[in-house]
Nanobody, 121 residues
Framework: VQLQASGGGLVQAGGSLRLSCAASGRTFSTYVMAWFRQAPGKEREFVARISRSGYSTYYADSVKGRFTISRDNAKNTVYLQMNSLNAEDTAVYYC???????????????WGQGTQVTVSS
């Protein structure tokens, strides 16, 4: 599966952005989907993941209550709604697809190219 992330940009602290990740192929619904992010000089970290059906979601503590992950299997797309953004959210955001409900980076087989999110304070 090929993934294409979009929706990043520059936003002021307290603002919102919605990231999208479009997948190619007819097997999108068979994958667990997740978002990760990587800030300059830091390792890639887990942000959120969603089950194949969309009923189960899980978030990193740092984004819980502010970010919402969702998916539309009919459109082969996963979303990340980001509210109340702060400077610590500045990073390149990656979508990923994998076979298991996990937060481990190495368990995801397919990755998008990343989209830059910059939050100005």
């Amino acid at each position: 599966v090929q993934l294409q992330a979009s929706g990043g940009g520059l936003v002021q602290a307290g603002g919102s952005l919605r990231l999208s990740c479009a997948a190619s192929g007819r097997t999108f619904s068979t994958y667990v989907m997740a978002w990760f992010r990587q800030a300059p000089g830091k390792e890639r970290e887990f942000v959120a993941r969603i089950s194949r059906s969309g009923y189960s979601t899980y978030y990193a503590d740092s984004v819980k209550g502010r970010f919402t992950i969702s998916r539309d299997n009919a459109k082969n797309t996963v979303y990340l709604q980001m509210n109340s953004l702060n400077a610590e959210d500045t990073a390149v955001y990656y979508c990923a697809a994998g076979p298991r409900l996990t937060i481990a980076t190495m368990e995801y087989d397919y990755w998008g190219q990343g989209t830059q999110v910059t939050v100005s304070s």
